[in-house]
């Protein structure tokens, strides 16, 4: 073996990857100190960028409690999350339009967007925000007592079908809309349906990524993240705080 030859096994190659390692292992610190580790997932992979929308910004909220602001202290939800999160950005926008129902699942969101007043104020925006598909999943209280549903491959198989009927139903209204589909988080950590949804919430932010990647208008904003490593549930543990909605607003705002 000759000396560069050596050199370059021994020496130059570990030092490179080495380097990178470091690299990689302080931007995680930085991320972690941020407060903000797991940044949003979008679900483009391909070299397409999405197209900021044009004018002030629009936006209709739809789908379930999430969606709603439920277990919000201050009242704001999600909405008022975003609204923050532009003003601070200083990007116009009118007041949102939030049309979602607490306990809404797949089946109900689509019978919703039936109705010609809604329909009209999906076509009217240039940003679109769902939370759906968790009732879908997880089921009803006495459903999550147990520790896990009775078929849960079939239930993440059916629910990710209507999740794109609802995404698809949203596209035949305006096929222009910037989409933010709001992911899972894991509110049972304490209990035996908790060790369920950890996996669960992972395999479906994995789907609904790679189901809408040729979407460049369609983000997948994570959430598990956000409540993984802080307690940013409200007093119901089930639904985020205060906190936990500014950051998902926050995640939406930087991607707009």
Do not use: C
């Amino acid at each position: 073996m000759t000396g560069t030859l050596r050199k370059l096994l021994f020496w130059y190659l570990p030092v490179t990857i080495a380097l990178a390692a470091a690299t990689l292992f302080g931007y995680g610190f930085h991320l972690l100190f941020r407060d903000d580790v797991g940044t949003t997932i979008a679900a483009p992979v391909t070299e397409a960028v999405a197209r900021a929308p044009q004018g002030p910004l629009r936006i209709v909220i739809l789908g379930d409690s999430v969606a709603r602001g439920t277990g919000d202290e201050t009242g704001e939800g999600i909405g008022g999350a975003i609204d923050k999160e532009l003003q601070r950005r200083s990007i116009t926008h009118d007041q949102h339009v939030n049309l979602a129902v607490n306990g809404a699942k797949s089946a109900d969101l689509l019978r919703q967007l039936d109705s010609p007043s809604i329909r009209r104020f999906v076509a009217e925006a240039n940003v679109v925000v769902v939370s759906i598909g968790g009732n879908d999943l997880f089921g009803d209280v006495a459903g999550r007592a147990a520790d896990r549903p009775p078929d849960p491959a079939a239930a993440m198989n059916r629910t990710e079908e209507q999740v794109a009927k609802v995404i698809g139903e949203i596209r035949a209204i305006n096929g222009n809309a910037r989409i933010f589909y709001v992911g899972l988080y894991n509110p049972f950590v304490t209990t035996k349906f908790g060790t369920f949804v950890n996996p669960a919430v992972t395999e479906w932010t994995v789907r609904l990524t790679r189901r809408f990647s040729k979407d460049d208008n369609v983000t997948i904003v994570q959430t598990f993240d956000i409540f993984s490593h802080r307690d940013r549930l409200s007093a119901d543990r089930f639904h985020p705080g205060a906190e936990g909605y500014r950051m998902i607003g926050r995640r939406i705002g930087e991607s707009i």
